[in-house]
């Protein structure tokens, strides 16, 4: 007898394959030279340290390999990749004052609106420049900073200074040097010392233009004993020819603070999303990873946490969902440089129609970080045989006054569990949807609820036969 | 490279004399068609495959400079209990090892094989072994192999099995000895519901370096493979541990569960885990999980409370923890060779 199967659809990319036109005010030509950065540099009026931080990156580009290990890279031509793109509009404060058509492709993502409903400031970039920003009033009256990048750069320059690819250096890999030469755009978030913020700011970041690249770099220094959740969204319609997204993600979380950082990424499948995530933690400080992989032909992504405090915290929740003609290789790394830190990882993936989903993760523990704890849990399902998935931990021990424990699961999902709930009166059809969301729901109990709608939406589930 | 982890960049092999030694040690009487002689250059051809072992320049020295090993040709349907036996004691005068061995085992045969190595504390040697498996239709291999080389020792060993429907290849393996101690295991469950169990032990004292490297690939429906590894890292020991399960296509309703447990005596040591699970297949069942941490100090207490001082405390929860393996060894000789090793390194050293 041939047994059916239970398919997954394809995410529903309706409302992201929406193509404006390509109008700008500026870009800069194809590829890569040092003209190009002393251009960038120029038009954004920079101070001179910042041009000549971008020239050193270049240089820093120019002399490292490309990695060989991971996902495929040959399809990447940096040389057809336009770096800047300035959209033909300032940085508004008010939706009203944006144009009608890039103010229409965030109100069908459903930006406007989310900030109405649920979050307490907003930043939208389009192409290589914010072209909206907002945050509400009493979040200032409260000393919280929530602005673009280059805003950030003229008014809190000292700030920047300190801060700025600090974390991720540019000699840290390829295209972390590449980000240092070409960033533009992203958002700067400050929460002082003590102040809890209790809805979220959210940063959106929408690639309109065919074969550009997007840079943005999102700097985020939460204070001693300060709260803040972040979201940040990003999208692309689909082009024919391949776009690159390599941005810089810097989170430095205080004494005391905790962070919650939150992606749903959902790029489009001509997409290399070659992004470098970092946070450092100090004393009893707590990092929050929530992180969804749906879109990209390509995606090299792992968020990084840095336990440098006694009793420091990290926790990772993330899932993967690769489909046709996608290689998403995603992981965490965790350090625990720290006496006393602890860890936690959650990953799932999903792998369907020829789609390739691995798991790549380290665990590291110092010499000197006595009393750790750390547990990492990795489950994969996949939902045909002409697709892939691979788990890779790695896991460095330096020191023996620690707890570590590490499981990893591939497979279907059991014909038990779904007697069972039949068992109990609930339909097969509905046993196995319950099933699937079981196995997302991890995240998407994470998300605001407008999100986790959303997530659920995009995964449609056909139900017919097993699953797996 | 395999090797960056524990360091060693560069080797150079010294130049390999005669090994002089007599090592294949028969005890029962087996069939006449069973035949086991020293290892020739007629088996050449099956040693022609790709395998890189412990590293291509291992494997390669194995194939072609050999000075010692065994071929083992099992005729259909021939069971032996009684083990064949490799003592490999190396001294002063057989300092230098490289064994290639080979074994066949026909459809519906069976045997039992105990490979041990072994010299004295102070003398300088090197071992560089190869051993490839063959087990037919319904065929069982049994394989113990024990490296308890003393320290000045540096030991490096490649092994591989193929197995064809319904067949078996159960190794374990005691990782005792050597300072630098390389070891790799690959089994092809080729076959329909073919099986392979991998049980291992290891015990790092003083500054051993090991990398261990544990593969099954699933080729075959309905095949079936387990790993299980308990170690012991004290001093300042360091050991990677590469344990890879790998579905490939076709090998539908398959399973393969793989766990390593580590238990960690000194702050120096240092463990390195990397379980990959690899899958081309939708329909199997894949498992793996690593704990690492310190004896349960309730349990050390409790001991200590009824009169054990810390050392030999140490050493019954050490010996708990291998207990299950050691206990998949059917011979009590073996047994005790290997508890009084591992008590000499925990308490006498």
């Known amino acids: ?468 | 490279m395999l090797w960056k982890r524990i360091g060693l960049k560069d080797f150079e092999f010294p130049k390999v004399h005669d090994y002089k030694k007599d090592y294949i040690k028969i005890e029962g009487k087996f069939p006449k068609e069973v035949k086991i002689n020293r290892i020739s250059e007629s088996e050449n051809k099956y040693f022609d495959i790709e395998f890189s072992g412990v590293g291509d320049k291992f494997t390669s020295f194995a194939k072609k400079y050999y000075n010692a090993g065994i071929q083992l040709r099992l005729p259909r349907n021939t069971k032996i209990v009684e083990p064949v036996k490799l003592e490999f004691h190396m001294d002063e005068n057989n300092p230098t090892l490289v064994d290639k061995n080979l074994i066949i085992a026909e459809e519906g045969s069976e045997v039992n094989i105990i490979m041990d190595y072994y010299s004295n504390e102070k003398i300088e040697t090197l071992h560089n072994g190869l051993t490839v498996i063959y087990a037919k239709e319904n065929a069982t291999v049994n394989i113990i192999k024990i490296q308890r080389l003393g320290d000045s020792s540096q030991s490096f060993d490649s092994n591989i099995a193929y197995v064809e429907g319904n067949g078996k290849v159960n190794w374990i393996s005691v990782e005792l000895g050597s300072y630098i101690s390389g070891s790799n295991y690959r089994t092809y469950l080729d076959g329909e519901a073919s099986g392979s169990n991998l049980s291992s032990i290891y015990l790092g004292d003083g500054i051993r370096k090991m990398d261990l490297e544990y593969t099954m690939i699933h080729k075959g429906p309905r095949s079936i493979s387990n790993i299980e590894t308990k170690g012991v890292l004290k001093d300042n020991s360091k050991k990677v541990f590469r344990g890879n399960l790998d579905f490939k296509r076709g090998s539908r309703h398959s399973k393969g569960v793989e766990e390593e447990y580590v238990i960690l005596l000194d702050p120096t040591v240092k463990s390195d885990s990397i379980p990959a699970l690899l899958c081309d297949e939708d329909d199997v069942e894949g498992e793996h999980a690593a704990s690492a941490g310190q004896i349960d100090e309730n349990k050390l207490f409790y001991l200590m409370s009824r009169g054990l001082d810390e050392r030999e405390s140490k050493k019954l929860v050490v010996e708990a923890s291998f207990r299950p393996i050691i206990d998949r060894i059917p011979y009590k000789y073996l047994q005790e060779i290997i508890f009084d090793e591992i008590e000499r390194r925990l308490i006498d050293a």
């Open chain 1, 1 to 468: 007898m041939e047994r059916k199967k239970t398919y997954i659809e394809d995410i529903d990319r309706g409302i992201y394959d929406i193509k404006n036109d390509f109008t700008y005010r500026y870009k800069t030509d194809k590829g890569l030279t040092e003209d190009i950065i002393m251009e960038i540099s120029r038009e954004k009026n920079e101070p001179e340290w910042m041009r000549d931080f971008r020239l050193k990156s270049l240089e820093i580009y120019n002399n490292k390999p490309i990695p060989t290990w991971g996902a495929d890279l040959s399809g990447l031509d940096i040389d057809n990749i336009i770096t800047y793109i300035r959209p033909d509009t300032d940085m508004k404060h008010s939706w009203d004052d944006v144009p009608e058509d890039i103010k229409i492709t965030f109100e069908l993502l459903g930006i406007p609106q989310a900030e109405r409903e649920s979050l307490a400031g907003v930043g939208a970039q389009y192409d290589s420049e914010v072209v909206y920003h907002n945050i509400k009033q009493e979040l200032i009256d409260q000393g919280i900073i929530y602005t673009d990048m280059e805003t950030a750069l003229k008014e809190y320059e000292d700030v920047v200074k300190e801060y700025f690819m600090k974390l991720i250096p540019p000699n840290d890999h390829k295209f972390a040097a590449l980000h240092g030469a070409v960033w533009s755009g992203g958002s700067f978030v400050y929460v002082p010392e003590g102040v809890q913020v209790d809805i979220p700011l959210q940063s959106y970041f929408r690639l309109n233009a065919p074969g550009a690249g997007q840079f943005e770099h999102t700097l985020i220094i939460v204070e001693k004993g300060a709260k803040l959740h972040f979201i940040e969204g990003c999208s692309a319609p689909m082009y024919r020819v391949n776009n690159l997204h390599a941005g810089c993600v810097e989170l430095f979380v205080k004494e005391n603070a905790t962070l919650r950082y939150s992606t749903i990424e959902n790029w489009s499948k001509n997409m290399y999303n070659l992004n470098t995530k970092r946070a450092v933690v100090d004393k009893n400080g707590t990092i929050e990873w929530i992180s969804g992989s749906f879109g990209s032909k390509v995606s090299m992504l792992y968020p990084m946490s840095i336990l440098r405090g006694e009793g420091a915290r990290s926790e990772f929740t993330g899932i993967t969902f690769a489909a046709e003609g996608q290689h998403l290789d995603t992981g965490t790394k965790v350090v625990h440089a720290a006496p006393h830190t602890t860890s936690t990882v959650n990953s799932k993936s999903l792998s369907k129609d020829g789609g390739y989903a691995f798991y790549r993760g380290l665990l590291r523990v110092a010499e000197n970080a006595y009393g750790c704890k750390s547990t990492v849990s990795c489950e994969s399902l996949m939902l045909d045989n002409i697709s892939k998935s691979d788990t890779l931990p790695i896991i460095e021990l330096n020191n023996d006054n620690i707890d570590i424990g590490h499981e990893a699961k591939i497979g279907r999902i059991s014909d038990e569990a779904i007697f069972y709930l039949m068992s109990r009166g609930i339909s097969e059809e509905e046993a196995k949807a319950m099933i699937v969301r079981g196995f997302v729901e991890p995240i998407t109990k994470e998300l605001p609820l407008e999100y986790a709608v959303e997530l659920n939406n995009l995964i449609n589930i056909e139900l017919e036969g097993t699953i797996g």
